[in-house]
């Protein structure tokens, strides 16, 4: 590709770099911000044109930024399960798992994928806060033999539906038997990469775990080439896909203020268990005794959001704080304004109304069902691959309402 002028971008030396850094600036990434002490590409132009590459064919997205937590030896398994409220006793090697990480009140420090590389070897795949420090804390008291530290690992998720096309130009056809989250190591021409059937979009996709640093653009080169004839594009984690999906972003959708009975996911906390996880005490006292908010979908009324907001908008029910929308974005394929918002109890049932305060006026939003397209995740969790390939949705076409 033809050479572009590169822009500096600098938050300070404190603020590390990917190992894709510079191929992201030469791909086109227009503007960054910080997730786990690192750069993280936000803008490859369009947003909008960005969800339909997602959707329609594929993108390739720097998420080095998902720091992974590396436990091992003789008690690793037993740390592991520590550190959750989910059970991790039927965790096959070479499975993942989407868990939640909480503290002594139940309330949720991060909300990671957990891969079990082998029986003693765990990695925790990071949202955005400093898990590390907390699982060296709670290691030095636990009386468990365990090490726990940073790897020299730095993911990319290539996400899309022609993406399992791209892994078979990539590592060949026993790609097509790694189901929903699981692993597989591979070596593309050399270069060490853990494969798992995992992403943060919702559609069918992967994450490519780089094993040796000093080969990331090396790596992103060879995707981008492999990709071309699928018509792969650099791009970023998608918001207008992820709220589509109902994914929650850590920090804007919970925090450690929040905990898992709020957010419906009442799955991932396992209190029958044998093991004393941290926060055990604390959940079965918050089942037992109920949430006063829950988190809902909501439809906002109105023009098409110039944006996904900045910052937490106020509801309101009969003149009454209600509670507030966390995350909101227009959806070319919906069209319509979708959200997450967090509500009190009272407030949580399907067709309540709000008043809301926007930076684009006051205007109304409904409770409704939420994920908001491909309720059952038909597309990402395809027990094959190439079952998973969406017709292709050109912006104008209108989709049933949510």
Same mark, same amino acid.
């Given at each position: 590709?033809?050479?572009?002028?590169?822009?500096?971008? *600098?938050? *300070?030396? /404190?603020?590390?770099?990917?190992?894709?850094?510079?191929?992201?600036?030469?791909?086109?990434?227009? $503007?960054?911000?910080?997730?786990?002490?690192?750069?993280?590409?936000?803008?490859?132009? @369009? !947003?909008?044109?960005?969800?339909?590459?997602?959707?329609?064919?594929?993108?390739?997205?720097?998420?080095?930024?998902?720091?992974?937590?590396?436990?091992?030896?003789?008690?690793?398994?037993?740390?592991? /399960?520590?550190?959750?409220?989910?059970?991790?006793?039927?965790?096959?090697?070479?499975?993942?798992?989407?868990?939640?990480?909480?503290?002594?009140? +139940? +309330?949720?420090?991060?909300?990671?994928?957990?891969?079990?590389?082998?029986?003693?070897?765990?990695?925790?795949?990071?949202?955005?806060?400093?898990?590390?420090?907390?699982?060296?804390?709670?290691?030095?008291?636990?009386?468990? @033999?365990?090490?726990?530290?940073?790897? @020299?690992?730095? !993911?990319?998720? #290539?996400?899309?539906?022609?993406?399992?096309?791209?892994?078979? &130009?990539?590592?060949?056809?026993?790609?097509?038997?790694?189901?929903?989250?699981?692993?597989?190591?591979?070596?593309?021409?050399?270069?060490?990469?853990?494969?798992?059937?995992?992403?943060?979009?919702?559609?069918?996709?992967?994450?490519?775990?780089?094993?040796?640093?000093?080969?990331?653009?090396?790596?992103?080169?060879?995707?981008?080439?492999?990709?071309? !004839?699928?018509?792969?594009?650099? $791009?970023?984690?998608?918001?207008?896909?992820?709220?589509? +999906?109902?994914?929650?972003?850590?920090?804007?959708?919970?925090?450690?203020?929040?905990?898992?009975?709020?957010?419906?996911? @009442?799955?991932?906390?396992?209190?029958?268990?044998? &093991?004393?996880?941290?926060?055990?005490?604390?959940?079965?006292?918050?089942?037992?005794?109920?949430?006063?908010?829950?988190?809902?979908?909501?439809? =906002?009324? +109105?023009?098409? #959001?110039?944006?996904?907001?900045?910052?937490?908008?106020?509801?309101?029910?009969?003149?009454?704080?209600?509670?507030?929308?966390?995350?909101?974005?227009?959806?070319?394929?919906?069209?319509?304004?979708?959200?997450?918002?967090?509500? *009190?109890?009272?407030?949580?049932?399907?067709?309540?109304?709000?008043?809301?305060?926007?930076?684009? *006026?006051?205007?109304?939003?409904?409770?409704?069902?939420?994920?908001?397209?491909?309720?059952?995740?038909?597309?990402?969790?395809? =027990?094959?691959?190439?079952?998973?390939?969406?017709? !292709?949705?050109?912006?104008?076409?209108?989709?049933?309402?949510?």
């Amino acid at each position: 590709m033809a050479a572009q002028e590169q822009k500096e971008f *600098g938050f *300070g030396t /404190q603020i590390r770099k990917s190992t894709y850094f510079d191929a992201t600036v030469r791909w086109g990434a227009k $503007g960054f911000s910080v997730y786990n002490h690192m750069y993280i590409p936000r803008d490859f132009g @369009d !947003p909008e044109q960005n969800f339909w590459n997602l959707v329609n064919t594929a993108i390739l997205c720097d998420v080095a930024v998902e720091r992974q937590v590396e436990i091992t030896g003789p008690d690793a398994a037993e740390f592991a /399960q520590l550190l959750t409220p989910r059970d991790l006793s039927k965790c096959a090697v070479g499975q993942c798992k989407y868990v939640l990480i909480t503290n002594a009140e +139940g +309330g949720i420090l991060n909300d990671p994928i957990m891969l079990r590389l082998e029986e003693n070897r765990f990695w925790i795949s990071l949202a955005d806060s400093d898990i590390l420090l907390w699982a060296q804390g709670v290691a030095i008291n636990s009386g468990l @033999d365990v090490q726990i530290f940073e790897p @020299d690992v730095s !993911p990319l998720q #290539l996400q899309g539906p022609e993406s399992c096309r791209i892994m078979e &130009a990539l590592v060949g056809d026993s790609i097509n038997d790694l189901r929903y989250f699981w692993l597989r190591e591979y070596d593309i021409d050399g270069i060490p990469v853990i494969v798992s059937r995992t992403g943060w979009s919702s559609e069918l996709g992967y994450e490519l775990y780089l094993l040796d640093d000093s080969k990331g653009e090396e790596l992103w080169e060879k995707i981008m080439a492999a990709g071309a !004839p699928f018509g792969l594009k650099p $791009g970023h984690t998608s918001t207008i896909r992820r709220i589509e +999906g109902g994914m929650l972003s850590y920090r804007a959708d919970m925090d450690i203020t929040t905990n898992p009975y709020e957010l419906g996911m @009442d799955r991932l906390v396992d209190l029958d268990i044998e &093991a004393n996880f941290i926060g055990k005490a604390a959940l079965k006292r918050i089942r037992d005794q109920g949430v006063s908010r829950k988190q809902v979908g909501v439809v =906002i009324d +109105g023009p098409a #959001l110039a944006g996904p907001n900045v910052k937490f908008w106020a509801l309101e029910a009969n003149g009454k704080p209600a509670g507030k929308v966390t995350s909101a974005v227009y959806s070319p394929r919906l069209r319509q304004n979708i959200g997450l918002a967090m509500v *009190g109890v009272d407030f949580a049932e399907t067709g309540t109304r709000f008043d809301i305060e926007t930076p684009y *006026g006051r205007t109304t939003a409904t409770v409704v069902d939420k994920p908001f397209y491909d309720p059952k995740k038909q597309i990402a969790v395809a =027990i094959s691959p190439k079952q998973a390939v969406n017709e !292709p949705m050109p912006p104008a076409r209108l989709l049933a309402q949510a």
